[in-house]
């Protein structure tokens, strides 16, 4: 079975904080992919990588970057994290950059900006 | 442009009835189409997909969906609600290119018993 682990479930940092979420798939997938969940807004793409040290902006890039140095990582950063970037942040990989490929989910980080 | 609505934000069954969970696309390709369910307190996993094989499509624990193209629709049904189906249900179609996907709003599922 596929696995996608996020480092943290639940996470709580103040406005200003440099805010670091890592995301480690097990299966030599290509793709991987940052998401944020709203109530009443579903998915959204922040960043995607089709390779290592390739990436790029999704729907809503701003206030966030990513790095992906090995094929199995992928970080979300959040340079100065702000009220507004309280959300759960999901991570998914997917094998192939094709349109019909399946993509899984890790288990999400519930952020909290104070 | 690819876009999913997902029809009610909140619905609700009695366990043993029909589910039913109404999903629209637009497309400017034509569309794979996926829905993916979310339990409480966890990631999304995937149900079923429509990859142009065939209009009906079956899924895990019971679920389908039927493609249809007249009405843009990719409906998700199953027989009969069962407590364990509660939970976050997204539609979601692919982009013109890519494995990227475009997220209805999600519907949550409430089971009575």
């Known amino acids: 079975d596929v696995k996608v682990t996020q480092s943290s479930r639940y996470l709580v940092k103040r406005t200003g904080e440099k805010v670091f979420l890592e995301c480690v798939q097990d299966m030599d997938h290509e793709n991987m992919f940052w998401y944020r969940q709203d109530p009443g807004l579903g998915l959204r793409l922040i960043y995607f990588?089709?390779?290592?040290?390739?990436?790029e902006k999704g729907d809503i890039p701003e206030g966030y970057s990513v790095s992906r140095e090995k094929k199995e990582r992928f970080s979300l950063i959040l340079e100065s994290a702000s009220t507004n970037q309280t959300s759960m942040y999901l991570c998914?990989?997917?094998?192939?950059?094709?349109?019909?490929?399946?993509?899984?989910f890790g288990p999400g980080t519930r952020l909290t900006v104070l | 442009a690819q876009s999913v609505t997902q029809l009610g934000s909140h619905v609700s069954v009695s366990e043993g009835a029909l589910v039913l969970l109404r999903c629209n696309y637009s497309?400017?390709?034509?569309?794979?189409l996926f829905w993916y369910v979310q339990y409480p307190n966890q990631g999304l996993q995937l149900l079923l997909k429509?990859?142009?094989?065939?209009?009906l499509v079956k899924g895990i624990n019971g679920f389908e969906a039927e493609f249809k193209k007249s009405e843009t629709s990719f409906h998700l049904t199953k027989p009969s609600a069962h407590m364990s189906d509660a939970a976050e249900y997204f539609c979601?179609?692919?982009?013109?290119?890519?494995?990227?996907?475009?997220f209805g709003a999600g519907t949550i599922l409430r089971v009575k018993s």
């Open positions: 990588s089709y390779d290592v040290k390739m990436k």
């Open positions: 998914a990989s997917s094998l192939l950059d094709s349109r019909t490929d399946t993509q899984y």
């Open positions: 429509y990859t142009s094989a065939a209009t």
């Open positions: 979601a179609v692919s982009v013109e290119y890519g494995n990227k996907l475009v």
């Open positions: 497309s400017s390709v034509p569309p794979y």
